[in-house]
């Protein structure tokens, strides 16, 4: 919480000692009335059917997001939400609330989610923008540093960030101090230092080159260093859309070296998208495996989220995945095949389907389901979520 009240106090002294000096009172309301309310409504049931539970888990959940952007005032804005969720109608029979249940990881909180000043205004420096306080960051996919923007509860950062980009160029560093979790048992006093470059000149697309060096503060050999290059293209062929995917990472910890391997392709055709992909998680000897701890897990390697600590024996996850548009809906299905990395275990297979509608600029519905079919790993378990959102 030590970044909370820092990051709230900036904000309060930003707006105070601007409103203190009299020649800029008018460029101070025109700040406040430029600026705009933030508010995310989403009402969520999920039920969870898993063979390693006693009874079924169902939870009906209203996360709540309200907060405010204000204007830019001398290149400075600031910007502060709160974040609620809710259990609706005592659906609540999940666990860690309850036990004898299956986990469903959206429980009741209220926090502070995101507070910070943001300066972008440069003219030596034209496409550099600094930023202080509690964030989301999001780098590429969000395979590797991400907001897991799926649970109710997103996960900031507290820290300091830097991008800076000029034509098809682009890069970004940050120091993390804080991460904030999707539950509170998550958050961690952490000293991280993120490094993102990309350059979007590539034939087809861009070229991405990554350094993620993670360090849990109090906690021995928690050293985790991630260093990577992420290609990702598409090709105009007539009435042809070639997409291409291409990603490489080693990860160094006190244990053992592991890598990460991604290849995808992929072709839209007729408003049809199809692509076969396989994402390979290392192992070193079975003793340690490629860990992503700051990702969006969620949407990656299945969504019944049998994965999120990668096993020790490593992942090979084969998946196709075939997605389209009709009469306003996204309609999506994915087929996943999970295997040891090392050794010569079936872990087992997953079925995902998703249908989505926006209704005008401001809402969403829509049903997502998983189906995890265990083999030498995890239990059978099928989940089904049906959601709507408001968001301004």
Known sequence: MKYSAIAAGVILSTLGFSGAVHAEDDAFITALKEGKPLLNLRLRHEEVDSDGAAEDAQALTLRTRLGYQSGTLHGFDVMGEFEDTR?????????????????????EVT???????????????????????????????????GNVGWRQDEQTFDGARIDYGISD????????????????????????????????????????????LLET?????????????????????DAVKLLLTLEGAQQEVEAGDTDYYFAELGAEVAGVTVKVAQEVLGSDDGMVAFQT???????????????????????????????????????????????AEEGSSDY?????????????KHYVVGLKYADYSADDFG??????????????
């Open 379 to 392: 239990t059978d378990t099928q989940k089904l979520w049906a959601w709507a959102e408001l968001k301004l």
């Open 111 to 145: 926090e502070l989610n995101r507070a910070a000043v943001r300066y972008t205004g440069s003219d030596a420096l034209d496409g550099l923008v600094a930023t202080y306080g509690r964030q989301r960051i999001i780098y590429d996919n969000a395979r590797f540093v």
């Open 217 to 237: 503060d109090n906690v021995t050999d928690s050293q985790n260093d991630t260093y990577g290059v992420r290609y990702a293209g598409a090709f105009d062929l």
């Open 348 to 360: 087992g297979t997953e079925t995902n389907l998703l249908l989505a509608r926006p209704i005008g």
């Open 293 to 339: 701890p700051l990702a969006t897990k969620h949407a990656f390697n299945g969504w019944a989220d049998q994965f999120l600590a990668t096993p020790a024996d490593g992942l090979k996850d084969s998946f196709v995945s075939v997605g389209t548009k009709l009469a306003g809906f996204k309609m999506a299905a994915v087929y996943h095949d999970f295997q």
């Open 169 to 212: 160029f682009s890069v970004s560093a940050a120091h993390l101090t804080q991460v904030n979790g999707i539950t509170p048992g998550f958050d961690a006093n952490v000293t991280n230092n993120l490094f993102n470059a990309s350059w979007a000149g590539m034939p087809g697309g861009s070229l991405t080159a990554y350094a993620y």
């Open 87 to 107: 259990i609706v109608g005592k659906v609540d029979n999940f666990a860690p609330h309850m036990t004898g249940y299956p986990v469903i990881a959206d429980p």
